[in-house]
C-alpha cells in the first residue's frame, strides 16, 4: 500500500493540508444514510402493502402483531394506545436499527459525516471537547454486543422467510421476489457474521488462540467477514431497503412478481 504523507494541520475547522477529495466520502454517507433513515421511516408508519403472497418485507418480520390472519400473536395490541398510529413495523424497526446505530464501523463514518467530527483523518474539528466513548452519551455505544444476540435472532427468521419465499400456494418454485429475499439474507448475514463484536465473543477474548482448535476456526470464519465489513454494511442497507420497496411496489400492482419456475 503507498504511503501518503499528510502533515498535521492543527487550528480551524476544517482546515487541512490535504489535497485529495477527502469530502466526498462524508458527503456520500451523510446522502445515503440520511436517504435510508427517511424511507425506513416512511415504510415503517405505512403499515400496508408488507406482504406479498409468500414474500414478507423484512422490516415487517417478524410480524408479532398485524394482520391477524397472518401475525404471529394477533391484530393491534388491546394495549396499544388508540391515538397512536399502529404498524407492526414499529415493534421491528427499533432492534435493527439499534444494532445499526451502535456498529463500530458505523460509528466511525457517522460521526465524520454528520457531527464532523472530525470531517475527515488530518482535517481540523469542531472547537469543542470530544469526550470520547467512555463518557456519557457516548458510553451507551457500548450496549452494541447486546444487540448482536437480538441481529443474530433475526438473521434466522429472516431465513425463515427467504424459504417461506419459495413456496407458492404448497408448490416450490423461483420468482424474482424469492432472489431477492435470498440476497437479503445473505448479505445481512455476512455483515451481522462479520460484526467486531461476535469475532471479540468467538475467540478474540482469549490471550492465546493457539490450542483453541474450534474457536480459532470460528474467529478466522468471522474474520473473513470483518475484513470486508464496510461492503457488507452498505449493501445490505441498500438491498433490505430495496427488498422493502419490492414487496411493496409489488404488493401495489406497480410491479409485477416474475415467475422463474
Ligand atoms: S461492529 Fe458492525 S455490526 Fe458489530
Redesign the pocket.
Known amino acids: 500500500m503507498p504511503d501518503i504523507d499528510v502533515p498535521l494541520v492543527g487550528g480551524r475547522f476544517g482546515r487541512t493540508s490535504r489535497r485529495d477529495l477527502w469530502w466526498v466520502q462524508p458527503l456520500v454517507v451523510l446522502l445515503v444514510l440520511s436517504g435510508f433513515v427517511i424511507y425506513a421511516t416512511w415504510a415503517a408508519f405505512q403499515g400496508n402493502h408488507y406482504r406479498f403472497g409468500p414474500y414478507l418485507s423484512p422490516f415487517y418480520s417478524p410480524e408479532l402483531w398485524g394482520n391477524p390472519l397472518t401475525a404471529w400473536i394477533g391484530g393491534r395490541p388491546g394495549w396499544y394506545p388508540s391515538w397512536l398510529i399502529f404498524s407492526p413495523a414499529l415493534f421491528i424497526l427499533p432492534f435493527p436499527a439499534g444494532?445499526r446505530l451502535t456498529?463500530?464501523?458505523?460509528r466511525g463514518a457517522y460521526y465524520k459525516a454528520f457531527w464532523a467530527d472530525p470531517p475527515s483523518c488530518a482535517v481540523g474539528e469542531p472547537p469543542r471537547s470530544y469526550r470520547g466513548e467512555r463518557s456519557f452519551p457516548l458510553i451507551l455505544q457500548n450496549v452494541?454486543r447486546y444487540f448482536?444476540y437480538i441481529a443474530l435472532l433475526f438473521i434466522a427468521d429472516l431465513a425463515y422467510d427467504a424459504w417461506n419465499g419459495f413456496w407458492f400456494d404448497g408448490h416450490f418454485g423461483m420468482g424474482v421476489g424469492s432472489v431477492v429475499l435470498l440476497v437479503n439474507v445473505i448479505l445481512l448475514g455476512g455483515?451481522?457474521l462479520g460484526?467486531?463484536?461476535?469475532r471479540h465473543r468467538v475467540g478474540g477474548v482469549l490471550d492465546r488462540l493457539a490450542g483453541a482448535r474450534l474457536r480459532k476456526r470460528t474467529y478466522d470464519c468471522v474474520s473473513c467477514l470483518t475484513g470486508q465489513?464496510m461492503t457488507w454494511?452498505w449493501c445490505s442497507l441498500l438491498w433490505v431497503a430495496f427488498t422493502d420497496l419490492y414487496v411493496r411496489l409489488c404488493s401495489m400492482g406497480v410491479w409485477h412478481d416474475w415467475r422463474i419456475f
Open positions: 444494532f456498529c463500530y464501523y458505523y452494541h448482536l455483515y451481522t460484526c467486531h463484536a461476535l465489513h454494511a
